[in-house]
């Protein structure tokens, strides 16, 4: 396949992953908010990071004069809008598309204002088939995932909280063992 040398009109972000090393919706606990010392926390008071290379990225391809986009399939709209917020990454983002649902609904929204032909913009090349088949595998993944993994943080020394959701798969055929180290 021949690489154009043409600069993209619109650069899509997925969230989760992309820019945050987390899933909004199951990772973290919302809403966030500023602490005193002007770190985004959640609302157990958890420190929310992002991945440190992002903001200089936005800030650089936004002054080359690309529209940016933010496209996720989280069902966390609102905390997903408010990281973005908090973070100040609103003003870089001409298009954002948050809402459950296929992410080549999302793309196709993101270009639909845009102007931009997805066709124009390769982003439908021999390759789309591929994509269309690593995003059924992503959801497959993330709803295994979900159903699978119990997530714990430690509160105290040697003290750990569960945090299990609703979707988590419950199995009643292994006995609970109260775990000490």
């Not at 154009?4 to 966030?32: E, G, R």
């Not at 008071?45 to 903001?55: A, L, N, Q, S």
């Not at 609103?90 to 298009?95: A, I």
């Not at 993101?110 to 982003?123: D, G, R």
Request: with cysteine; proline share 6%; glycine share 4%.
């Amino acid at each position: 396949m021949a690489v154009s040398s043409k600069k993209p009109k619109l650069i899509v972000f997925d969230l989760d992953y992309t820019l945050w090393p987390f899933w909004v919706d199951t990772h973290v606990s919302p809403p966030f908010r500023k602490d005193k010392l002007g770190n985004v926390v959640d609302s157990l008071g958890d420190k929310i990071k992002f991945y440190p290379e992002v903001p200089k990225a936005l800030e650089s391809l936004h002054a080359q004069g690309y529209s940016l986009g933010v496209a996720s399939r989280t069902g966390e709209i609102d905390g997903a809008n408010q990281l973005l917020d908090l973070f100040d990454w609103n003003k870089y983002f001409k298009y954002k598309e948050i809402y459950p649902g296929c992410k080549v609904t999302h793309f196709n929204q993101c270009c639909s204002p845009s102007k931009i032909s997805i066709e124009h913009e390769n982003l439908f090349s021999k390759m789309m088939l591929q994509y269309y088949r690593m995003i059924e595998l992503s959801k497959a993944v993330e709803a295994e995932l979900k159903m699978s993994v119990v997530q714990a943080r430690e509160v105290e020394a040697g003290k750990y909280e569960l945090r299990i959701l609703p979707e988590t798969r419950k199995l009643d055929n292994i006995p609970f063992q109260n775990c000490k180290t």
